[in-house]
Nanobody, 114 residues
Framework: QVQLVESGGGLVQAGGSLRLSCAASGSIFRFNVMGWHRQVPGKQRELVASITSGGFTNYADSVKGRFTIARDGAKDTVYLQMNSLKSEDTAVYYC????????WGQGTQVTVSS
């Protein structure tokens, strides 16, 4: 059984930075994709960034140039460095790992004040 534990959310002023982390517990011998979604109340969850086992990254247009996804394979951890944060980045951020199926973190709140 794989469990994902997120950390790093919080309150930050517009223009500031936050770094989210998502660590997997349990044995992950091979993952396909890991990454982050976010969700605002009343809206659909949207993909923010993802990274494949081969290191290929993908970003939502709204975060390109501001967010960077990275992984530490030895620690089964994925990170999301968020710079130049905007109020519209305010959301609950969920990490995910695709192994035999998709596993989700519990979500961490990111609030950007303008």
């Amino acid at each position: 059984q794989v469990q994902l534990v997120e950390s790093g959310g919080g309150l930050v002023q517009a223009g500031g930075s936050l770094r989210l982390s998502c660590a997997a517990s349990g044995s992950i011998f091979r993952f396909n994709v890991m990454g982050w979604h976010r969700q605002v109340p009343g809206k659909q969850r949207e993909l923010v960034a993802s990274i494949t086992s081969g290191g290929f990254t993908n970003y939502a247009d709204s975060v390109k140039g501001r967010f960077t996804i990275a992984r530490d394979g030895a620690k089964d951890t994925v990170y999301l460095q968020m710079n130049s944060l905007k109020s519209e980045d305010t959301a609950v951020y969920y990490c995910f790992f695709v192994v035999d199926r998709t596993y989700w973190g519990q979500g961490t709140q990111v609030t950007v004040s303008s």
